[in-house]
């Protein structure tokens, strides 16, 4: 059974720090991309950072960068979110996704999500 939990949400003030933890079960999680994705109220889901299957390569939305860092421990099937200088434009639901595209196949499964809520 495929399972990605995720954590490490919560209340911060502005200019504050989180450090989310999305951790995976059920499929072989070093051979799948993760990324973490976040949904504000009325808006659409929007892709926050990604990460290799390796760790090599990260990407990072423009919002984000310089402040948010994506890594992975394969040996602990945990994907990180650290996220510094946190805004109130950062509130919202992170959630974590994991996906693996093989020839015609695409495999992608999500989280249940976790709020961050950045306010004073």
């Known amino acids: 059974q495929v399972q990605l939990v995720e954590s490490g949400g919560g209340l911060v003030q502005p200019g504050g720090s989180l450090r989310l933890s999305c951790a995976a079960s059920g499929f072989t999680f070093s051979s799948y991309a993760m990324s973490w994705y976040r949904q504000a109220p009325g808006k659409e889901r929007e892709l926050v950072a990604a990460i290799t299957s390796a760790g090599g390569t990260t990407n990072y939305a423009d919002s984000v960068k310089g402040r948010f860092t994506i890594s992975r421990d394969n040996a602990k099937n945990t994907v990180y979110l650290q996220m510094n200088s946190l805004k109130p434009e950062d509130t919202a639901v992170y959630y974590c996704?994991?996906?693996?595209?093989?020839?015609?196949?695409?495999?992608?499964?999500w989280g249940q999500g976790t709020q961050v809520t950045v306010s004073s």
């Open positions: 996704n994991a996906k693996r595209v093989s020839g015609s196949w695409t495999y992608d499964y």
